[in-house]
């Protein structure tokens, strides 16, 4: 289990840097007020974030799969109540693109960490 108080940071500019257009990173970190890194540690971060998403791309199709339904589930619970006609399809979209993004970040992060392994095909 990671120590949250020591490790945040760290994970947080990993899943920052795996969720971000490597053309756009600099410009989303300035917006979120955080110390840049110098270029020897930006190019590692930048290499381990393609080494992450290389690793997340076998079991991309099955996870993310799983993240559209859980977008759905998540979508429709929010939902709960209301008697609007029709679907949001803006809110629908977002729930996608977040549940997607979460769980790309999340699942390549534990591949790399060695937390998670991706098994023998059955």
Excluded: N
Excluded at 52 to 68: G, K, N, Y
Excluded at 73 to 89: C, F, I, S, W
């Amino acid at each position: 289990m990671p120590d949250i108080e020591t490790e945040a940071p760290v994970i947080f500019r990993g899943m920052l840097r795996d969720v971000v257009a490597c053309s756009d990173y600099d410009d989303v970190c300035r917006l979120l007020e955080l110390v840049p890194a110098g270029p020897d540690v930006d190019e590692i971060e930048h290499y381990q974030s393609h080494a992450r998403i290389e690793e997340f791309l076998p079991v991309a199709v099955e996870a993310l799969t799983h993240a559209d339904v859980a977008a759905d589930v998540l979508y429709r619970l929010t939902r709960l109540g209301e008697h609007e006609e029709g679907p949001d399809e803006r809110a629908q979209a977002m729930f996608l693109f977040v549940t997607r993004t979460a769980c790309t970040a999340v699942i390549a992060h534990l591949l790399q960490k060695g937390t998670l392994e991706i098994g023998e095909e059955s």
